[in-house]
């Protein structure tokens, strides 16, 4: 399974790699918005997992722009943020977010919400 992580923290996205390769999943990385809409332009992958606060295109935009595009529809996308508020899930969900994850993340539950949303 190969997933794509979209986040401007060097340490978060190290933390998700460390993860999900000890969990057997492939990793895309990609430091903002932009960056993950041109890594996802070029690979194919299974499940997105975004930030939303991040320089250039944030979150919630990344995810307005993947949804536009008809071939990833329902692609899984988890955000995975420190955000906690309602206005904030509710952006994320009308975007097309398909999850929501509090940082800092439990790695047993968030291979397990990948595999939930995926099979």
Request: no cysteine.
């Amino acid at each position: 399974m190969r997933v794509l992580t979209v986040d401007d923290s060097r340490t978060i996205l190290a933390m998700l790699e460390h993860t999900l390769k000890a969990a057997g999943f492939e990793v895309l990385q990609a430091m903002d918005g932009q960056q993950g809409l041109d890594v996802l332009a070029g690979s194919d992958v299974d499940v997105v997992i975004t930030d939303i606060n991040m320089p250039v295109m944030d979150g919630i935009e990344f995810i307005r722009n993947v949804r536009a595009k008809g071939e990833h529809q329902s692609l899984p996308i988890l955000i995975l943020t420190t955000e906690t508020s309602q206005e904030k899930r509710d952006q994320g969900r009308s975007a097309g977010g398909t999850g929501w994850i509090v940082k800092p993340f439990d790695p047993a539950k968030l291979v397990s919400v990948i595999n939930r949303v995926v099979h």
